[in-house]
């Protein structure tokens, strides 16, 4: 499925006539909200735009080094002086964890690469091919002939290679490579970029993930393999709960397994859950049933109930969706 409701042409002109503008993006943000609106905000900046970026939740550690990600504000601001709301990588106000009811349609613009999202804004740019909101953002700062310096493209690189897990999901196209290519023209360092993403663990994390894998266990047959974080083993390994983020790599990673799930206890009976497909299973719509959404491979939801009863919710709803994938 393809939504483009707007050219990346049409976004440019509308921005080049905005002056005050406030960047938000999903709350819980990985290195594509972030760097897609790091990415975006220093653009817009070169042109003497008045910029402020603003996220619900703090920017996990993993990010943190980007330029300017220090500056994220996760308090909103007064929305009255900007004439422009960018919504990047989520195109519903509910998504940012903001209260952002009573602001007219009109002030908005939102661009995300999501399936089954309504978009608010006078401009919506949904283009599900996209493997990053961050390859948009780099096309509307190219048809904007943005000078596109090294933080820039470093930010957006960030973006891109986050979504694909590093040029190896199923959403990586030759766009993915050729948006790549750009941004280590503009002096992007793949190698420092991973050190900074991989290779700078803290042991805590670590630890926790030998915690997680021992709950590891496979249900249907082995075609859903789960995993559980507790509040107890953050206790335990002194972690923070955004260390666990991409643990569900691991169950995904196990032969026969078509449905990966990490489970994360949020605490007040509330289970925050990860889900990732090795087959053509649509997770989007397994997640949207239970109130969360995502994309077709990779998406997530939070489910409320004591953990047997998250696990039985979870299981029902993915062995339907396997059924209809199956069919
Ligand atoms: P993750 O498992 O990494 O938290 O999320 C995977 C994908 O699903 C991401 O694209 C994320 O934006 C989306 N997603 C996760 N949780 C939610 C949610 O509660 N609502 C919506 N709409 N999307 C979600
Ligand atoms: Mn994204």
Not at 45 to 59: I, L, P, S
Not at 63 to 80: K, M, N, Q, Y
Not at 112 to 137: M, S, Y
Not at 271 to 283: H, K, Q
Request: aromatic share 4%; charged share 25%.
């Amino acid at each position: 499925m393809k939504t483009i409701k707007r050219t990346i042409a049409e976004v440019a002109r509308d921005l080049e006539g905005a002056a005050n503008i406030l960047i938000l993006s999903h709350e819980n943000p990985d290195g594509d909200a972030i760097g897609s609106s790091l990415g975006m905000a220093m653009g817009l900046r070169e042109f003497g735009k008045n910029v402020v970026a603003a996220n619900a939740t703090v920017v996990p550690e993993r990010i943190s080094w980007l330029v300017g990600a220090g500056e994220i504000v996760t308090e909103l601001p007064s929305t009255r002086g900007f004439d422009t709301i960018l919504l990047l990588d989520c195109a519903e106000r509910e998504r940012t964890g903001f209260d952002l009811s009573g602001i007219p349609e009109e002030r908005f613009i939102s661009i995300d690469h999501h399936p089954n999202t309504a978009g608010v804004g006078r401009k919506i740019l949904i283009d599900t091919q996209a493997a990053a909101t961050g390859e948009l953002v780099l096309e509307i700062l190219l048809e904007m002939s943005a000078n596109i310096e090294t933080a820039i493209a470093t930010a957006l690189y960030v973006a891109i290679h986050t979504d694909t897990g590093g040029f190896n999901y199923s959403n990586t196209t030759r766009m993915t490579h050729m948006s790549a290519s750009i941004l280590l023209d503009r002096g992007v360092d793949p190698a420092e970029v991973h050190r900074h993403l991989f290779g700078n663990e803290r042991r805590e994390r670590v630890a926790l993930l030998g915690e997680v894998l021992s709950t590891l266990e496979l249900e249907l047959g082995g075609r859903v393999a789960t995993c559980v974080v507790t509040k107890k083993m953050l206790e335990k390994t002194g972690a923070s709960p955004e260390d666990s983020d991409d643990f569900v790599s691991y169950p995904r990673s196990i032969r026969g397994v078509e449905v990966a799930v990490l489970l994360k206890e949020q605490g007040d009976g509330k289970y925050r859950v990860s889900l990732r497909a090795n087959t053509d299973v649509d997770l989007s719509l397994v997640a949207k049933k239970l109130g969360g959404g995502g994309h077709k491979k990779a998406a997530g939801a939070t489910i409320s109930g004591s953990m047997k009863e998250a696990t039985a919710t979870l299981l029902d709803a993915l062995t339907e969706a396997m059924e209809r994938a199956a069919s």
